[in-house]
């Protein structure tokens, strides 16, 4: 079955650039009926859904994180990655990668163990 | 954006009980975009219902969503003690798409 992991450093530098990846294994990032995603999760908080990729390679972005964010698509290892520039003490949190699956759900039906990310 | 006001903040049931979770959205979720996701502390969500009322695969059928437009709800009837967890709703009708704040299940 189709299983997704983040990776990543744990710590980064208030103004620096967060990167994380996510692979996705036992199925392809290039289907058609899946948008590759990122969520993140403060301490303590509530999900807040940071934006998308699709295997055109066409993004969208939460308009709250637009002018920071990048998601790119790595067909060739199969994974997606995210960056987040000028990042302050408020992007710490745990970010998920996750599937929104259009197909059958048209909802987020499988989601990695996520990855704390502390900024210092 | 659509807001997602959930309610309410904290349940407590005793298991066996139910109980009914609301969310209810600042506009109208198009076609019904309305997902439930059940998350336990440490781990990822997971997601319970689809399309407002549709459970996803291998959903026990104790868990039940209804409602269109604005209000939406969650039922669970008969709680077991693996249900004590937080629930968020979700709309994808609008981008961005959103979450409500949670609900949490605890035990009474």
């Known amino acids: 079955q189709v299983q997704l992991k983040e990776s990543g450093p744990g710590l980064v530098k208030a103004s620096l650039t967060l990167s994380l990846t996510c692979a996705v294994s036992?199925?392809?990032?290039?289907?058609?009926?899946?948008?590759w995603s990122w969520i993140r999760q403060p301490p303590g908080k509530g999900l807040e859904w940071m934006g998308y990729i699709y295997h055109s390679g066409s993004t969208y972005y939460n308009p709250s994180l637009k002018s920071r964010l990048t998601i790119s698509l790595d067909p060739s290892n199969n994974q997606f990655s995210l960056e987040l520039g000028s990042v302050t003490a408020a992007d710490t949190a745990v970010y998920y990668c996750?599937?929104?699956?259009?197909?059958?759900?048209?909802?987020?039906?499988?989601w990695g163990q996520g990855t704390l990310v502390t900024v210092s | 954006e659509v807001v997602l006001t959930q309610s309410p903040g904290t349940l407590s049931l005793s298991p066996g009980e139910g109980g009914t979770l609301s969310c209810r959205a600042s506009q109208s979720v198009r076609s019904n975009y309305l997902a439930w996701y059940q998350q336990k502390p440490g781990q990822a969500p997971r997601l319970l219902i689809y399309?407002?009322?549709s459970r996803a695969t291998g959903i026990p059928d104790r868990f039940s969503g209804s409602g269109s437009g604005t209000d939406f709800s969650l039922t669970i009837s008969r709680v077991e003690p693996e249900d004590f967890a937080v629930y968020y709703c979700q709309q994808y009708g609008s981008s961005p798409g959103t979450f409500g704040q949670g609900t949490k299940v605890e035990i009474k």
């Open positions: 399309s407002a009322s």
């Open positions: 996750a599937r929104y699956d259009t197909s059958v759900y048209d909802a987020f039906d499988l």
């Open positions: 036992g199925g392809s990032v290039s289907t058609s009926d899946s948008y």
